[in-house]
């Protein structure tokens, strides 16, 4: 029996990571599948991430590399689509790649490779794809969901919404999935942006204006959460990976406690230094230790005498936590603007771990970033969008 015109088992909003796995995953179960896209050339955050090469993915991915409300919700689709499985789909296309650091996977070639073989999944399950479209309206009525879009009207039994968060708002990036669950109900966790650079205030940015451009390998914490990986000093404030990984636990009146020197004894080289080169400054120790700019800037910071042989040992204590728990107070961050991801979203209470479809509006699906799921830096979110989207692809 031949289908109706525009009528489809499947119709996936979003033809991003998540979207394009789940239609990959339906298709080839024999679904027919429909993707709405509104940009016209989908797939830009794959094509831009890991500096064009793609971190697709990260050898060490456990539930653990996740924030959400919810942590235990992560836990089946990451079991049932690892890592490794979405590396053996890489490697059928024969995609050559490389772990760059930390169980971060790149291709040796570009993302492109990521994008196509991804087209061509889709393609294998004959799945349909749209382009440049403008969705006008959702609907639901007794036999599925109605989709008004510019270009015509499309129905459908099931409704998956990959259309991701607000972050990077100049390729598209909006909140159509936030206002399309709370159409249906569903509650929100609070967006916000993540993986984001943190910013200072006019008094902070006087301080370390000649600190611009420098980067240091530091471990940057949050409470009980901390980071070791290379901060950035910027004409705004923070950035880095280090900063990029802690601004997701950073809220606003909270410090950012920095160790310049992490697995370094500071004060035992201090005391060595007052024995030995009793003469010398504190600045000048400090340079063995840290960049000249970062430890004169930390030298200033201790209010002690000129020589090392003057400086007690509470003085000395001063100068460690000077370089070992350098406190500042970001005022905020750079916003959706420069964010890698979206913090927050559809509420996981309101949908199955297993498959993603909503438990109060069934045909109804939610997967990928516009979930309250989301990764640390390095390739964990990738690996969520191939994750949620094989979930909902093996249900829809």
Not at 31 to 57: D, H, M, W, Y
């Amino acid at each position: 029996m031949s289908r109706p015109h525009n009528n489809y088992d499947v119709i996936i909003l979003g033809a991003g990571a998540a979207g394009r796995m789940c239609a990959g995953v339906a298709g080839q179960r024999g679904r027919s599948v429909l993707l709405l896209e509104q940009a016209r050339a989908p797939g830009e955050k794959i094509r831009i991430s890991g500096g064009g090469r793609c971190n697709f993915t990260n050898l060490h991915t456990t539930p653990a590399n996740f924030l959400s409300e919810n942590p235990q919700f992560c836990k089946s689709a990451l079991k049932s689509f690892t890592q490794q499985d979405f590396i053996a789909l890489v490697d059928r296309y024969r995609i050559d790649w490389h772990e760059k650091s930390r169980g971060q996977l790149f291709c040796d070639g570009s993302a492109q490779q990521i994008i196509d073989m991804l087209l061509a999944e889709t393609r294998k399950g004959d799945a349909q794809m749209r382009l440049g479209v403008t969705i006008l309206n959702v609907s639901r009525n007794e036999s599925g969901f109605i989709i008004a879009t510019d270009q015509g009207e499309y129905r459908s039994q099931s409704l998956v919404v990959a259309t991701g968060g607000p972050s990077i708002p100049k390729m598209g990036a909006s909140a159509f999935g936030y206002k399309t669950a709370q159409q249906f109900g569903l509650k929100m966790v609070p967006p916000r942006a993540g993986l984001v650079p943190l910013t200072f205030d006019v008094g902070m940015l006087a301080q370390f204006k000649d600190l611009a451009g420098l980067a240091v390998d530091v471990a940057v914490s949050v409470g009980k959460t901390r980071f070791e990986e290379a901060l950035l000093f910027t004409h705004r404030g923070l950035s880095g990976p280090a900063v990029l990984q802690i601004s997701s636990y950073w809220r606003d009146g909270q410090d950012v406690v920095i160790d310049m020197a992490p697995e370094v004894d500071v004060l035992a080289g201090l005391k060595q230094a007052r024995r030995e080169r009793p003469r010398q400054e504190l600045a000048t120790v400090l340079t063995e230790l840290l960049p000249k700019r970062l430890a004169h800037m930390a030298a200033d910071r201790v209010a002690g005498p000129q020589r090392l042989a003057d400086f007690s040992d509470k003085v000395l204590a001063t100068a460690v936590a000077a370089v070992k728990e350098w406190r500042v107070r970001p005022n905020g961050t750079e916003g959706y603007r420069t964010a890698e991801v979206t913090l927050g979203g559809v509420d996981t209470t309101e949908l199955s771990s297993k498959t993603f479809e909503s438990i109060s509006v069934p045909g109804l699906y939610f997967i990928g970033e516009v979930v309250d799921v989301t990764g640390h830096l390095g390739g964990f979110n990738f690996q969520w969008a191939w994750s949620s989207g094989f979930a909902a692809g093996n249900r829809v």
